[in-house]
């Protein structure tokens, strides 16, 4: 783990120094939404059908994820791509993701999110409905979703990420403000469920907790495989197994 830090560090600094790129299409950041601003999205434009190759989302495919914070706490995090569809507020259309996330044993959190994937290939992230369990019964609901209470949408994937691109990933003031920089996209990358090459390396980040940073690792036909905090914690996340649906 300490040979892969040091390699996305180098990375990291790489991507950060990157030149901006001002063509066109949703794979440049000319295109990409940023911060805070508005974005007006044709409905037209989108569809359910997730074929992103570093964010797949076919229907039925699963992963399998062991998380660990930084106290040592860990859990098991299932995520299922359903065959359910949900008209977002903006009036697009968008994929349902079920997580499951136990402890123990025990549910502690499940949720849905919502996607959807744009004619170019980047997959836009609409919202999601969280809720938090404690001995088995609902104790807390969190929600957000694109078109409401002034909430935007982001982009969890670009269409054709390299290394330097920015967008943010949703904006809900002062609840989800999560912002992305692409820092390598020809990593490699290992985990329980496998070895991986030509991963795509993500820096997250938010304005409201400035002190945190975290990497996450994509491959291609798979999604996410590795994720670790490297500034405010110690936290990591890694696939266990996953299924590829239809």
């Given at each position: 783990m300490a040979t892969a830090l040091v390699a996305l560090?180098?990375?990291?600094?790489?991507?950060?120094?990157?030149?901006?790129?001002?063509?066109?299409?949703?794979?440049?950041?000319?295109?990409?939404?940023?911060?805070?601003?508005?974005?007006?999205l044709d409905p037209a434009d989108f569809t359910t059908r997730i074929d992103n190759p570093y964010r797949p989302m076919p229907v039925g495919s699963r992963r399998v994820y062991r998380s660990?914070?930084?106290?040592?706490?860990?859990?098991?995090?299932?995520?299922?791509?359903?065959?359910?569809?949900?008209?977002?507020?903006?009036?697009?259309?968008?994929?349902?993701?079920?997580?499951?996330?136990?402890?123990?044993?025990?549910?502690?959190?499940?949720?849905?999110?919502?996607?959807?994937?744009?004619?170019?290939?980047?997959v836009w992230y609409l919202g999601e409905e969280v809720k938090e369990y404690e001995d088995g019964k609902a104790k807390a609901t969190s929600s957000w979703q694109a078109g409401v209470d002034g909430a935007q949408p982001g982009i969890v994937m670009a269409a054709k990420p390299q290394p330097g691109l920015t967008y943010r990933q949703m904006h809900y003031a002062g609840k989800e403000e999560d912002r992305a920089e692409v820092l390598s996209v020809d990593e490699r990358a290992e985990a329980p469920a496998g070895y991986f090459t030509d991963v795509v390396t993500i820096k997250d980040s938010s304005p409201l907790e400035p002190k945190v940073r975290e990497y996450k690792l994509f491959?291609?036909?798979?999604?996410?495989?590795?994720?670790?905090?490297?500034?405010?914690?110690?936290?990591?996340?890694?696939?266990?197994?996953?299924?590829?649906?239809?």
């Open positions: 560090l180098a990375a990291f600094t790489i991507g950060a120094c990157g030149g901006d790129d001002d063509g066109k299409g949703s794979g440049s950041r000319a295109d990409l939404p940023q911060g805070s601003e508005p974005v007006d660990t914070d930084s106290e040592g706490t860990v859990q098991r995090v299932e995520v299922k791509v359903t065959p359910r569809t949900k008209r977002i507020a903006n009036g697009i259309h968008a994929r349902v993701v079920r997580d499951m996330v136990i402890e123990d044993g025990e549910l502690v959190e499940a949720g849905y999110d919502w996607y959807a994937q744009d004619s170019a290939g980047a491959a291609r036909g798979v999604g996410l495989v590795r994720a670790f905090e490297v500034a405010g914690g110690s936290g990591h996340e890694e696939l266990l197994g996953y299924s590829k649906g239809r």
